[in-house]
C-alpha cells in the first residue's frame, strides 16, 4: 500500500499528487515512469514519475482523468492508499548539453515533459519550453515550466492565452525567426507528436518522443506495447518511452491504441453510474 | 482386496484409473479445474498397480529423484499424510508438479507399466495426496533451523524462486523474495491459467512460507527499483537468487504483425489470469472481446494450449492452433493435447504463417498460411518442415495469439555487467551449484535454461539454496545436515 501525501487539482481533470514511495523516489530519473494500480480490481497504468523528493521518500505524479482508472485515481485524496506502484521504469532520458533545447509539452504532456526539461536545463542547455493547452483553464505547470525555462512560451487553442495556435506554429515561428534549435523534446497528444516531428524532419533538428502504449506489465513481459521504430520492433516499457521522433511509425501507435476502445467506453460509462449511485445515496 | 498379497499379474491386471473431469461441454462455459482429483478409493486403487519394482526406474525419470515407489506404497496402505511428507523431502511443490509436469516425458515414461500396460499415473498419485494433506488442513510447516544471522536475496517468485527461498529458510537464513508484480508466484499465476492449476494451491504454497518467516516485497523490479549490487552492498544480503524466469516474448517477424489484434500469448494469458480480464468489467482489465469470434494461436507448446483454451472459454466460435510441425512433435503435454480436442479445438497442422491480413482500419482479419510436408530428417532427427509450394490459403481471424516462446528480459544483465550470459541471453551457472560469474550471485530456472518447466526451476533452485548454504556457513555446516 502506498499513501497519498497531497493531492491537489491543478486544473480541471488533472490532478497532481505525491505518494510515499521510498524505495521509487531514491532511483528515479528524468523520463521514467511508474505502473501503478489503484485498487484490488484495478488495471495496470502508466504514469510518469513527474518529479520526487528523496528526503521526503515520496514520488510526484499527474494524472489526466481520461477514463476509468485516472478518474478513479483523481477521486482519491491526501491520506487515500494506493494498492500497488512499481518503479522506476523504462530507460531514463538521454540527457546531454546538446545546446538549445526546446520542451514541448501539449496538455497532460507538460507534466511529462517538466522532468525532462529539469534535466536539460541542469545540463547547461539553454531551455525553450512551450506549453500547449486548449484554453487558458487548462494550462498546468505554467509557473514550474518558466523556472526551468530561458524562454517560456503558453499556446491555446482557443486563444484565451498566451500564443493563439498550435504548439508547432509556435516551434515554426522560433526556427522561421533564425534561431539555432539543437534539440526538441515533444510530448502529448500523438497527433501533436507527429506534428512535431514534421516540422523538425526538414531542418534535421534531433527529436525525441515519449510514446503512449497501452501497457500491462510495464517490464517488457508482455509486448502489448510493442512499437516500429525505424522498421525495427521495439518494447516502449524497456526500450523506451523515448524514442528518435523521425524513426516512429506513428500511424501504427494509433491505431494499436484503439484496440479496447469499447471496452474503455464501457468501463467509463459503469464508472459513471458507480459516480451518480454514490451521489444520490 | 488386500494391498499386500496381491501378485504382481494382479496389480498388473487393474487398469489404469481416468482421472475424473468435469464435461468438456460444461467446462468451456468456466474457468474452474478440469480435472476433479482422484478419490481416496481411486488412488488405493491406481496405488496398487505400482509393482514395486526392485529397481524404481521411474525415480530416474524424474528430475528431482522423487522416491516414486515409496511413496505409492504409503498410499497403497492409505498413509496419505505419510505419502505427502515422502514426496516433500525431495519436492516442495507436489500439488503443482503432480498437475503440470509432463509426466509422459518423465516419471511416467520410465516406469515399467509402461511396456505392456499403462504407466502408473504417477502424476496424478502426487498430486492427490498432496491436495489431500491440503484439503485436511494437516500441512505440516517444515521446522526451521535457528537463524543463522545470514541474510539471502531471492530475485522472483515463480519456482525457482520460492523453492530456493524454502529451502533457505529451512537452513535458518532470513530470506527477502523480491517480484516485478503485485502478485506472487511468476508464471503459475500469470501464466498457467486457473482451470489448469487453481491459484489458491499456488497461494496456499507461498503462505506456508511466510509462516517460516520468509518475508515478500513485491512491486520491486530488480535492476530498476533496486540494482544486485544496491542490495549486496547497501542493504547487507549475503547471498542473492535470481530467478527472474523467461520473459521477453518472442514474435515471428512476418508482414501484419503490428496490425491491431495481434498479441503475445503472454499478454493474453496475463490479461486473463493476472489481471483477472475475464470477469470485465468488474474488474477494469480489459481483454480482446472473443465472443462468436475466430481465434488462431500460433505454437504447440503448453502457452498455446492454454491461450487457445482460454479463448474458447471466453467464447470464440472457432479457435485454432496453428502449427507448423506435426502433432508428435507438439512440445506440449498429451494431457493438455487431449483436454484440448476434446474441448472442440481445431488444429491446423503442418500449416505456417506467412503474413497478417487485415482491413483499411488496420485491425486483422484473417492469416495467409502455408501447408508444410516432413522432410528429410535434420541433424537433431527431427523431420525438418518444408512448405508445399503453392498451398497458400487465407484463413479468417479476428484475433492471433502468438506463442512461439520467450526470450530473456535484458533488464538484469544491463545492470550487473559482472554476471556472464550466454549468447542465447541466459545467465551462465556452474550446474553443481548453480554459481554466476559473480561472487554470491546465484541463478537458477527459465532465465538460465530458456524456457523449460516448473520441476527444473524447482530443482534448481534447491541445487542453489543448498551451495548458498554451504558457502555461507563453511563446511562444517555442509551437506550432511541437509
Ligand atoms: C510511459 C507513459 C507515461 C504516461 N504518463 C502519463 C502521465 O504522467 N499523466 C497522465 O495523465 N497520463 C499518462 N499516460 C497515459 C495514461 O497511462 C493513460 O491515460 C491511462 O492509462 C488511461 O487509463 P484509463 O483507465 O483512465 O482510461 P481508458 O479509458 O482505459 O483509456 C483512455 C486512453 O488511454 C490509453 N490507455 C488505456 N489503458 C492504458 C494502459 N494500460 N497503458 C497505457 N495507456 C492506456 C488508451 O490510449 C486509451 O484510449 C502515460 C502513458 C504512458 C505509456
Ligand atoms: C503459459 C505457460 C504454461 C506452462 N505450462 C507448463 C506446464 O504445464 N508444465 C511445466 O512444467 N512447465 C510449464 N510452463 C513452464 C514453466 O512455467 C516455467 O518453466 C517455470 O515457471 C519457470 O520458473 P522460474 O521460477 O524460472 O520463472 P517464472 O515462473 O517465470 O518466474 C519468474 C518471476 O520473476 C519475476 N521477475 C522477472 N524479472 C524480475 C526482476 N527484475 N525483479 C524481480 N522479479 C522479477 C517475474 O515477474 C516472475 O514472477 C509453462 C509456461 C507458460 C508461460
Ligand atoms: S515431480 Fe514430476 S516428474 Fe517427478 S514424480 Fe512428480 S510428476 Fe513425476
Ligand atoms: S517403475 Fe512403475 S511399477 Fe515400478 S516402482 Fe516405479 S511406478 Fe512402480
Ligand atoms: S508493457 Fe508489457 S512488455 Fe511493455
Redesign the pocket.
Known amino acids: 500500500m502506498y499513501t497519498i501525501v497531497s493531492a491537489d487539482f491543478l486544473a480541471e481533470n488533472i490532478k497532481k499528487f505525491e505518494i510515499d514511495a521510498p524505495r521509487i523516489a531514491k532511483k528515479r530519473q528524468a523520463g521514467q515512469f511508474v505502473m501503478l494500480r489503484v485498487s484490488e480490481h484495478g488495471e495496470r497504468i502508466p504514469l510518469t514519475i513527474a518529479d520526487s523528493d528523496v528526503q521526503k521518500g515520496t514520488i510526484t505524479i499527474i494524472a489526466q482523468g481520461a477514463g476509468k482508472t485516472t478518474r478513479e485515481l483523481n477521486r482519491l485524496n491526501k491520506g487515500d492508499t494506493i494498492s500497488d506502484i512499481v518503479g522506476p521504469l523504462g530507460t531514463p532520458s538521454h540527457i546531454e548539453n546538446f545546446g538549445t533545447a526546446v520542451s514541448i509539452g501539449g496538455g497532460v504532456g507538460a507534466a511529462i515533459a517538466y522532468p525532462t526539461a529539469v534535466a536539460l536545463k541542469k545540463a547547461g542547455n539553454y531551455v525553450i519550453t512551450i506549453n500547449g493547452a486548449r484554453s487558458k483553464e487548462m494550462v498546468i505547470l505554467e509557473e514550474e515550466m518558466k523556472s526551468v525555462s530561458d524562454e517560456a512560451y503558453i499556446t491555446t487553442d482557443d486563444g484565451s492565452y498566451g500564443f493563439h495556435g498550435f504548439v508547432t506554429q509556435k516551434l515554426q515561428e522560433l526556427i522561421d525567426s533564425g534561431k539555432k534549435i539543437d534539440y526538441v523534446l515533444a510530448i502529448g497528444p500523438i497527433p501533436m507528436m507527429k506534428a512535431v516531428a514534421d516540422v523538425t524532419r526538414p531542418y534535421n533538428i534531433k527529436t525525441v518522443v515519449s510514446l503512449n502504449p497501452i501497457m500491462v506489465d510495464g517490464?517488457g513481459?508482455c509486448g502489448g506495447c510493442r512499437v516500429t521504430v525505424g522498421n525495427e520492433l521495439k518494447f516502449a516499457c524497456v526500450d523506451g518511452p523515448e524514442f528518435d521522433a523521425h524513426l516512429v511509425d506513428f500511424s501504427n501507435l494509433s491505431d494499436r491504441n484503439k484496440i479496447y476502445i469499447s471496452e474503455e467506453k464501457a468501463s467509463a460509462e459503469q464508472d459513471e453510474h458507480r459516480c451518480q449511485l454514490d451521489r444520490n445515496s | 482386496m488386500d494391498n499386500t498379497t496381491l501378485t504382481n499379474k494382479e496389480r498388473m491386471a487393474i487398469p489404469r484409473q481416468e482421472m475424473p473431469a468435469q464435461d468438456p461441454g460444461e467446462r468451456i462455459q468456466n474457468f474452474r479445474e478440469v480435472n476433479l482429483g482422484y478419490t481416496p478409493e481411486l488412488a488405493i486403487k491406481e496405488a496398487m498397480r505400482c509393482i514395486q519394482c526392485k529397481d524404481p526406474v521411474c525415480i530416474k525419470g524424474c528430475p528431482v529423484n522423487i522416491k516414486i515407489d515409496e511413496f505409492i506404497d504409503l498410499i497403497a496402505h492409505g498413509n496419505f499424510l505419510d505419502a505427502a511428507k515422502k514426496i516433500k523431502e525431495d519436492n516442495v511443490l507436489p500439488a503443482i508438479c503432480g498437475r503440470?509436469?509432463?509426466q509422459e516425458d518423465q516419471c511416467e515414461k520410465e516406469c515399467i507399466l509402461g511396456r505392456k500396460h499403462k504407466p502408473v499415473a504417477i502424476g496424478h498419485l502426487e498430486r492427490f495426496v498432496a491436495d489431500y494433506e491440503r484439503e485436511t488442513g494437516n500441512i505440516t510447516v517444515p521446522e526451521v533451523k535457528r537463524s543463522t544471522g545470514k541474510k539471502i536475496a531471492v530475485?522472483?517468485?515463480?519456482?525457482?524462486?520460492l523453492s530456493c527461498a524454502n529451502d533457505l529458510a529451512q537452513f535458518g537464513h532470513k530470506v527477502v523474495v523480491?517480484?516485478?508484480?503485485h502478485e506472487l508466484?511468476?508464471?503459475?499465476m500469470y501464466?498457467?491459467p486457473e482451470f489448469?492449476l487453481p491459484k489458491d494451491i499456488v497461494r496456499t504454497e507461498i503462505e506456508g512460507l511466510r509462516k517460516m518467516g520468509v518475508e515478500f516485497q513485491t512491486d520491486?523490479?530488480?535492476?530498476r527499483s533496486v540494482t544486485i549490487d544496491e542490495l549486496l552492498d547497501e542493504e547487507q544480503f549475503d547471498a542473492a537468487f535470481i530467478?527472474?524466469?523467461?520473459?521477453l516474448p518472442w514474435f515471428m517477424g512476418i508482414p501484419g504483425e503490428n496490425l491491431v489484434g495481434v498479441l503475445s500469448?503472454?499478454e493474453f494469458?496475463t490479461r486473463v489470469n493476472l489481471m483477472k480480464a475475464y470477469d470485465f468489467p468488474a474488474s477494469d482489465t480489459p481483454v480482446f472481446d472473443c465472443k462468436g469470434k475466430n481465434i488462431a494461436v500460433f505454437g504447440g507448446g503448453?502457452?498455446a494450449m492454454?491461450a487457445v483454451r482460454t479463448a474458447k472459454r471466453l467464447g470464440a466460435e472457432h479457435a485454432y492452433i496453428v502449427y507448423r510441425r506435426s502433432e508428435a512433435e507438439m512440445p506440449a503435454?498429451v494431457e493438455?493435447i487431449h483436454h484440448a480436442r476434446e474441448e472442440g479445438i481445431e488444429f491446423l497442422l503442418l500449416n505456417n504463417p506467412v503474413e497478417f491480413v487485415g482491413n483499411d482500419q488496420q485491425w486483422l482479419t484473417g492469416v495467409k498460411l502455408v501447408k508444410m510436408e516432413l522432410g528429410e530428417p535434420d541433424d537433431s532427427g527431427r523431420r525438418r518442415p518444408v512448405p508445399v509450394e503453392g498451398s497458400e490459403y487465407i484463413l479468417p481471424i479476428d484475433m492471433a495469439v502468438i506463442s512461439i516462446g520467450n526470450g530473456s528480459?535484458p533488464?538484469?544483465g544491463q545492470t550487473t555487467p559482472d554476471i556472464d550470459f550466454s549468447k542465447r541471453e541466459t545467465i551462465v551457472v556452474d550446474v553443481n551449484t548453480m554459481a554466476t560469474s559473480k561472487e554470491n550471485v546465484y541463478a537458477?530456472?527459465?532465465?538460465v535454461t530458456g524456457?523449460?518447466?516448473?520441476?527444473?526451476?524447482m530443482g534448481a533452485g534447491r541445487t542453489a539454496a543448498k551451495a548458498i548454504h554451504e558457502k555461507l556457513m563453511g563446511e562444517s555446516h555442509g551437506f550432511d545436515e541437509w
Open positions: 517490464t513481459m | 503440470v509436469c509432463p530475485i522472483g517468485s515463480g519456482p525457482a524462486g523480491f517480484e516485478a508484480l508466484g511468476g508464471v503459475l501464466g498457467v489448469r520491486v523490479v530488480v535492476s530467478g527472474v524466469g523467461a520473459g500469448a503472454n494469458l503448453n502457452t492454454d503435454r493438455e528480459n533488464l538484469i537458477g530456472g527459465d532465465i524456457g523449460a518447466t516448473v520441476i527444473l526451476a
